[in-house]
Nanobody
């Protein structure tokens, strides 16, 4: 059974850092494009970052550029999101997601509908 499990969330002060992890099980993780999304209370789930299957490229939402870094270790079936200089507005439930079947002509996936498999989410709370 294909599954994604996030970890690493918690409470952190503004300006601090957290590292989220997502562990995949089931079919081969190494061929999937992966992404991180977040959903704040009362808001829509939004794209945060994505990484190509071979780590050859990444994309970020403007609000996290130069603060967050997405990475993956295909040998360990893990995806990470290094979050630095955290702000109160980063408070949300963070989800990892997998795009299991690539689309011809597409290198990056930034829409919620692009992803086939989701984790259960991990809460990140940034206090002032």
């Amino acid at each position: 059974q294909d599954q994604l499990v996030e970890s690493g969330g918690g409470l952190v002060q503004a300006g601090g850092s957290l590292r989220l992890s997502c562990t995949a099980s089931g079919r081969p993780f190494s061929t999937y494009a992966m992404g991180w999304f977040r959903q704040a209370a009362g808001q829509e789930r939004e794209f945060v970052a994505t990484i190509r299957w071979d780590s050859s490229g990444t994309r970020y939402v403007d609000s996290v550029k130069d603060r967050f870094v997405i990475s993956r270790d295909n040998s360990k079936n893990t995806l990470h999101l290094e979050m630095n200089s955290l702000k109160r507005e980063d408070t949300a439930v963070y989800y990892c997601a997998a795009r299991m079947v690539p689309l011809s002509g597409r290198n990056y996936y930034t829409s919620r509908s692009d992803y086939d498999l989701w984790g259960q989410g991990t809460q990140v709370t940034v206090s002032s």
